[in-house]
């Protein structure tokens, strides 16, 4: 069992920056890939990022892609999420996710592929 806490949720202008963090509880934490998604009222949760268990190998919607940035510290249990030049349709709940598939590749991007979830973190951007 992995227990998921985000934070680093909070309002920023249109332009801004955030990094949100993701803490994991157990030992096992290492063992997996893990993921960013978000969702807005009303709408389907999406995929946002994810990282493989090493870190070695990223992947990003295209929504993203170039200004956020997926990492881990495995010795913290810890992924982040940097977010650059942020927009306001960035503005959104963000989830992070843990897969305790063990595969390496393909890294996961929908929602059902994932085991364990957070609770949240909200993130908004004022235009």
């Known amino acids: 069992q992995v227990q998921l806490v985000e934070s680093g949720g909070g309002l920023v202008p249109a332009g801004g920056s955030l990094r949100l963090s993701c803490a994991a509880s157990?030992?096992?934490?290492?063992?997996?890939?893990m993921g960013w998604f978000r969702q807005v009222p009303g709408k389907e949760r999406e995929f946002v990022a994810a990282?493989?268990?090493?870190?070695?190998?990223?992947y990003y919607a295209d929504s993203v892609k170039g200004r956020f940035t997926i990492s881990r510290d495995n010795a913290k249990n810890t992924v982040y999420l940097q977010m650059n030049s942020l927009k306001p349709e960035d503005t959104a709940v963000y989830y992070c996710?843990?897969?305790?598939?063990?595969?390496?590749?393909?890294?996961?991007?929908?929602?059902?592929?994932?085991?364990?979830w957070g609770q949240g973190t909200q993130v908004t951007v004022s235009s």
């Open positions: 996710a843990a897969d305790r598939g063990t595969a390496v590749l393909p890294l996961r991007v929908r929602i059902y592929e994932y085991d364990y």
């Open positions: 157990g030992r096992t934490f290492s063992r997996y890939a």
């Open positions: 990282i493989s268990w090493s870190g070695g190998n990223t």
